[in-house]
């Protein structure tokens, strides 16, 4: 169990990155989810031992993460959001580098553990390619061996999706769902399909705080009844984003198609109720009142606005992540 308790994390400035951030993190994968700018950065590198917090606790397995970072890296795999290679060497010479860095293996035992860890991230077609020829996809697989060298106990990805097309990205859903199954991993990210196809549980963050710690089922179920879909002429969208909580409008056909939450219930003229996506759910979260609870009371000001070109809201920038 990662345990992680009160962490406050304030840069100079002074510039509030984390503000008493708790949760319990068990086996399994476990989603962070939220805008860039949010603070899952902060908490990801303060978890895995490289920045101190201003304040606060982690413990994994009841043992100090912070007084004893050492006893983490031992167990840890981490893949961080900027993850270094040499250009210019080969797949396989980069991870055999990096597994002697870790202190996992080195020779001989290197290379044979290299080619058994590039077969498992599908990547033993490309050992002899230059790292500089690897797609944004392949590079990530390359990061995720480096990660699970060693049979760590817990996994940290941050961003790990961030760039890939769409069939990298789902081959990358495939690698981290298996490696989920006996072990913790811990996933940062602002693309709320990430955590739609591999998180169980997820906490949403905004500004630094957990503003709700949930599953996509009962996310989705919070909003059963108030989520309605409609056509919307382009010059009616912004008036209609002034009056109405509009989660997503995206253009089909030269009309939005636009989205709308209603706590009453009531459908607007010309709206038919929807089923809630978790993207629905997302929005009113980071709208609504901190520590949201799953019953449906999460508050959204009037004024609430999204860019008609993308469901997710930019990230307030008083914060860093």
């Known amino acids: 169990m990662l345990s992680v308790r009160n962490l406050v994390k ?179 990210t602002h693309i709320v399909e990430d955590v739609a196809v591999l998180c169980p549980r997820f906490a949403v963050i905004r500004n630094g705080q957990v503003v709700a710690e949930t599953s996509p089922t009962d996310a989705r179920r919070m909003l059963a009844g108030t989520i309605f879909e409609g056509a919307v002429a382009v010059g009616e969208l912004e008036s209609l984003q002034h009056e109405r909580r509009v989660t997503q409008a995206v253009l089909v056909e030269g009309r939005n198609r636009v989205r709308i939450h209603e706590p009453s219930r009531e459908a607007p003229p010309g709206f038919e109720s929807a089923v809630p996506t978790l993207e629905d759910a997302y929005f009113v979260l980071m709208h609504g009142k901190p520590n949201a609870t799953n019953n449906g009371d999460a508050a959204i000001p009037d004024n609430a606005r999204i860019p008609s070109i993308a469901p997710v809201p930019n990230a307030d920038r008083e914060v860093v992540r």
Request: hydrophobic fraction near 40%; charge should be neutral; proline fraction near 6%.
């Open 10 to 188: 304030v840069y100079p400035g002074p510039v509030t990155a984390l503000q008493g951030v708790s949760l319990d993190i068990g086996t399994g994968m476990f989603g962070l989810l939220g805008p860039n700018g949010a603070g899952k950065s902060t908490f990801m590198r303060i978890v895995a031992g490289v920045l101190e917090p201003t304040s606060g606790s982690v413990t994994l397995d009841g043992r100090d993460v912070l007084a004893d970072p050492n006893s983490l890296w031992t167990v840890l795999g981490y893949l961080p959001q900027d993850f270094g290679f040499f250009p210019h060497l080969t797949g396989q010479a980069m991870l055999e580098y990096l597994l002697e860095l870790k202190g996992v293996a080195s020779g001989k035992a290197s290379r044979t553990l290299s080619a058994a860890l590039l077969e498992r991230v599908n990547l033993a077609y490309a050992a002899k390619r230059k790292v500089k020829d690897y797609s944004g996809g392949m590079r990530q697989r390359l990061g995720i061996a480096q990660a699970v060298a060693g049979d760590p106990q817990l996994i940290i990805v941050d961003e790990p999706t961030a760039g890939l097309d769409p069939e990298e990205r789902h081959r990358f859903y495939r690698l981290l769902a298996e490696l989920a199954e006996r072990r913790t991993v811990l996933l940062s």
